[in-house]
């Protein structure tokens, strides 16, 4: 596939997805704006670009200091994680794909498919990260709330 990059939102869609840190903000951006004949796996690398599932889901597990004793709950978050970023590259490439002949209907339109897909892979993360935070040491959801950026205030208990 060649082409040129359709800039139309692609910043916006990018930022309103980058909230996502488990999702992998940096590669919805990266897919989003990469050229088009570049297939979606050059979009993985991590040095200067977005880091792959794999890699992410590994490094908040050493972020969160997942003991053995929790495994059993980590797995169900890994799996959603690598489930979420297989269904939102599904959806942003299905959305490159089409952004050469959109108008404007149809871009909102993708942009909504995004969205839900996003919506609902937040939804299964929070349902399997909830147990797991739940068997946290305090010190382990201390850190949990420093890792997805909830710094506890001076003086709060938790």
Known sequence: MTGTINTRGSIRLSTVLSVALLLGPARLMAAETAPRSQPARAATRTAQGPEDPGTRIQRLHNQ????????????PIAAAMQDNAKSIAAAMQARSDKTATM??????????????????GLKRLADTFGPLYAAMSPAQQRNADMV????????QQG
């Open 64 to 75: 969160l200091q997942i003991t053995p004793e929790q495994e059993a709950l980590w797995t």
């Open 148 to 155: 997805f950026g909830h710094r506890l205030k001076s003086g």
């Open 103 to 120: 108008n404007a209907l149809d871009d909102i339109m993708t942009y909504e498919a995004v969205a839900a897909i996003h919506a609902a």
